[in-house]
Nanobody, 126 residues
Framework: QVQLVESGGGLVQAGGTLRLSCAVS????????MGWFRQAPGKEREFVAA????????YFADSVKGRFTISRDNAKSTMYLQMNSLKPEDTAVYYC???????????????????WGQGTLVTVSS
């Protein structure tokens, strides 16, 4: 059974940076997309960023475009989210997600998720 474990969350001032990591275990297969979602207090979970298996294709929500980057190292079974120029409205629990083998970016963006992480809290103070 695939497991996703996030790390790297914390408290940061507005304008600061954080890098989240998502470690994948229990999955021997390849060719699946991964991404990040977030859920702020009192709000629904929303898509943040996605990356294809090769890393050659990425997609971002408009709210983070130009500030966040997503990458993955398949040799280390780890995905990353580099968050720059953080704003108080970025405060949320961030979840990593993975699709089933053979599914791409589109599947993840539209919520066809095979596995979720437990979440890591990011708090941005003003």
């Amino acid at each position: 059974q695939v497991q996703l474990v996030e790390s790297g969350g914390g408290l940061v001032q507005a304008g600061g940076t954080l890098r989240l990591s998502c470690a994948v275990s229990g999955r021997a297969s390849s060719n699946y997309a991964m991404g990040w979602f977030r859920q702020a207090p009192g709000k629904e979970r929303e898509f943040v960023a996605a990356i294809s298996w090769s890393g050659g294709s990425t997609y971002f929500a408009d709210s983070v475009k130009g500030r966040f980057t997503i990458s993955r190292d398949n040799a280390k079974s780890t995905m990353y989210l580099q968050m720059n120029s953080l704003k108080p409205e970025d405060t949320a629990v961030y979840y990593c997600a993975a699709t089933k083998q053979g599914n791409g970016l589109g599947s993840l963006i539209w919520g066809a998720i095979d596995a979720w992480g437990q979440g890591t809290l990011v708090t941005v103070s003003s």
